[in-house]
């Protein structure tokens, strides 16, 4: 379910946990004692509770775990388009309880997150406005993030006349554009075939070591998972909160194929699927 698709209910409130950890020095993001629900009275849905999340400035964490556990969810709490029953979410220092302007979110389905009335470059240039850009600013910075994503001269085109890996390419140029802190990323290779999949997470990987952005991504993918971040952290249990965390240590220089067949990489998986049977 990708975070367009979901109505905002009431919800009852959840107890926050006993114990919160403190946040380290050089966190961009931190998340304590989240606990979230959807429903209230005989539908209520407790979804997550007392979760704690830490993201280092640069770094690149994924979140896993089973469909359904909530992983959309939590990331519409990052974001601030819902609003967690207890738990606070900073970034940068600032709690979040809305949209805030260090935060962009790529979503799964950007045939619904680009609008196909606007040309490739006026998508890009738009949310720009409301950073108080003018147009030929604006302009510039859509031609350079369209480059970055290996689409430069394509501006001119309507999403519509694009293949969907390259659909996403422009929805990753316009979040990057917008220069946040914080990508939050919401299945964004769900929708591609396996080979544009691939091409779009080395994509990723090579554009969040060149500029440095922390990027926060959701997948039900563990190999995904174990490939592109840094810190694989899996999401058990109804309701939901961090069961195990994994360092993953491959360092900068991944490969598609190498990367997948060291033992390290077999080794992790094993021990995050054997996390999520348990749970
Ligand atoms: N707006 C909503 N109102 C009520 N229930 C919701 C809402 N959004 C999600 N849910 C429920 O919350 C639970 C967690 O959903 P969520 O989409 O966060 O899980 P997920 O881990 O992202 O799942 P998937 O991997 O299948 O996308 C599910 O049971 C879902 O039905």
Redesign the pocket.
């Known amino acids: 379910?990708t975070i367009q698709d979901?109505?905002?209910?009431d919800a009852t409130v959840l107890p926050a946990p006993v114990q919160q950890a403190p946040a380290h020095d050089g966190d961009v993001m931190t998340v304590r004692g989240l606990s979230m629900s959807?429903?209230a009275g005989a539908s209520f849905?407790p979804?997550l509770a007392g979760l704690d999340l830490d993201t280092a400035a640069g770094e690149f964490v994924a979140i896993v775990?089973?469909?359904?556990?909530?992983?959309?969810?939590?990331l519409r709490c990052l974001s601030g388009l819902i609003r967690p029953q207890s738990g606070t979410i900073t970034v940068s220092g600032d709690v979040i309880d809305g949209p805030h302007p260090d935060l962009a979110v790529v979503f799964q389905d950007y045939s619904r997150s680009l609008m196909p009335w606007m040309t490739t470059l006026e998508n890009i240039a738009f949310p720009l406005q409301g950073k108080g850009m003018g147009k030929t600013e604006r302009t510039a910075a859509a031609e350079k993030n369209l480059a970055a994503v290996g689409l430069a001269g394509q501006g001119h085109k309507y999403p519509w006349e694009m293949s969907g890996g390259m659909q996403q390419r422009v929805a990753i140029a316009r979040a990057l554009a917008y220069e946040a802190k914080v990508l939050l990323m919401d299945?964004p290779f769900a929708s591609v075939d396996a080979q544009t999949r691939f091409d779009l997470e080395d994509l990723v990987l090579n554009l969040q070591q060149e500029l440095g952005v922390t990027i926060l991504l959701?997948t039900?993918d563990i190999d995904e998972a174990l490939y592109l971040a840094d810190k694989v952290v899996v999401i058990a249990n109804k309701p939901a909160s961090v069961v195990d965390v994994i360092e993953t240590g491959f360092g900068d220089q991944r490969d598609q194929l190498e990367t997948k067949a060291d033992p390290r990489f077999a080794e992790a998986r094993a021990r995050i699927m054997h996390r999520l049977r348990k749970d």
């Open positions: 379910m979901q109505p905002v209910q959807y429903g849905n979804i775990g089973p469909s359904g556990v909530g992983k959309t969810t939590l299945e959701v039900h």
